[in-house]
Antibody, heavy 114, light 107 residues
């Protein structure tokens, strides 16, 4: 059974940093591209970043480019999202997503507020 | 960026109804379209991929069709468990984009 377990969310002040993690199990992690998708409270889904299986290609949404960094450790079956210069509008539930969207974690909540 | 426009935004229907949701892409995405179902407080769940392929374990009352820029999700006979919000998603190119969602409510 595929499991994606996010962690690292919390309450943080604007301008500060946070690092999210996603622990993957139940599938061959390095066979898949991985993504982060977020959902602001009461809003729709927004893709923010993706990384290929070998980290050879990485993309970001314009809304986070230059502030967020995606990475992965295939030996540890883990995906990461380093979030710097956080803004109030980054407040959302952050999901770890496998492949083209076939599996989603339960999400970790990031709240940016002073 | 490719814009995904879903309609309707809200749909009121009864158990047993046939329901159709439409998703339009601002440019061709071939068949690289997925449909997800999301219930309150839960993560999205994949229903359909490659526009018309049913994800394993998803009831056969769900079906998808279309290619290029026009896509539909059909629920042939709405069940109580189907009241939820549905999103289309294109994965043809980055950035992935989602429709704004269609909330299926009980009539």
């Amino acid at each position: 059974e595929v499991q994606l377990v996010e962690s690292g969310g919390g309450l943080v002040q604007p301008g500060r940093s946070l690092r999210l993690s996603c622990a993957a199990s139940g599938f061959t992690f390095d066979d898949y591209a991985m993504h982060w998708v977020r959902q602001a409270p009461g809003k729709g889904l927004e893709w923010i970043s993706g990384i290929t299986w070998d980290s050879g290609s990485i993309d970001y949404a314009d809304s986070v480019k230059g502030r967020f960094t995606i990475s992965r450790d295939n030996a540890e079956n883990s995906l990461y999202l380093q979030m710097n210069s956080l803004r109030v509008e980054d407040t959302a539930l952050y999901y770890c997503v496998k492949g083209f969207g076939e599996d989603w974690g339960q999400g970790t909540l990031v709240t940016v507020s002073s | 960026d490719i814009q995904m426009t879903q309609s309707p935004s809200t749909l009121s229907a009864s158990v047993g109804d046939r329901v159709t949701i439409t998703c339009r892409a601002s440019q061709s995405i071939s068949s690289r379209l997925a449909w997800h179902q999301q219930k309150p407080g839960k993560a999205p769940k994949l229903l359909i991929y490659k526009a018309s392929s049913l994800e394993s374990g998803v009831p056969s009352r769900f079906s998808g069709s279309g290619s290029g820029t026009e896509f539909t999700l059909t629920i042939s006979s709405l069940q109580p468990d189907d009241f939820a919000t549905y999103y289309c998603q294109q994965y043809n190119s980055y950035p992935w984009t989602f429709g704004q969602g269609t909330k299926v409510e009980i009539k």
